[in-house]
């Protein structure tokens, strides 16, 4: 792939945003190990905007970044130990939201409206990243699979949000970027 100077700008700009909301202080929910961060925010905003490669690229190089130790997580941590740990699986998820958002979004290149990018946001930035985190959650901390699925139902009204402001926001920088490029 290769990338010019304005998709790499695009790139590294959407890594510093991920980043950035990880400056936000996490939000424990006390029923599982797993806090509420704005990162996954990031997340989803780099698959709308950026599409498939470069938005996977981004969230690839921002999760490489923290594996090497860099302390870009919520709570200013780093290292290969969020990996391993009960946030590993929402961590390693991350990196095929903006693969599945984007291959997905592809196929509705026509009919993609506001609702249309919505639901494919929620299912793959929401509903996909919260049911591997949990199933990786119950494999780490030996819990059933259905109590961690339990448990994850705490994030889903938070992280629609996320997925409506992802959308909302994602959909107007995409449009200019566009326009943008065109010119």
Known sequence: MKLHTIQLTHIAIMTAIIIVLGFIPPIPIGIIPVPIVLQNL???????VLG?????????????????????????????SSFCSPSGGYLIAWLFVPLLIGITLSHFKNHQTFFVTFLITWIFGVAFVDAFGAFFLAWFT???IKSALIAGLAFIPGDTLKAILATWIGLRVHKHLTLV???
């Open 52 to 80: 498939t490669k470069q938005g996977t690229f981004s969230v690839g190089l921002f999760l490489l970044m923290v594996l090497l130790g860099m302390p870009f997580l919520t709570g200013q941590t780093g290292g290969i």
């Open 181 to 183: 490029n065109q010119n």
């Open 42 to 48: 990031g997340v989803m905003l780099a698959a709308i």
């Open 142 to 144: 030996h819990i059933s």
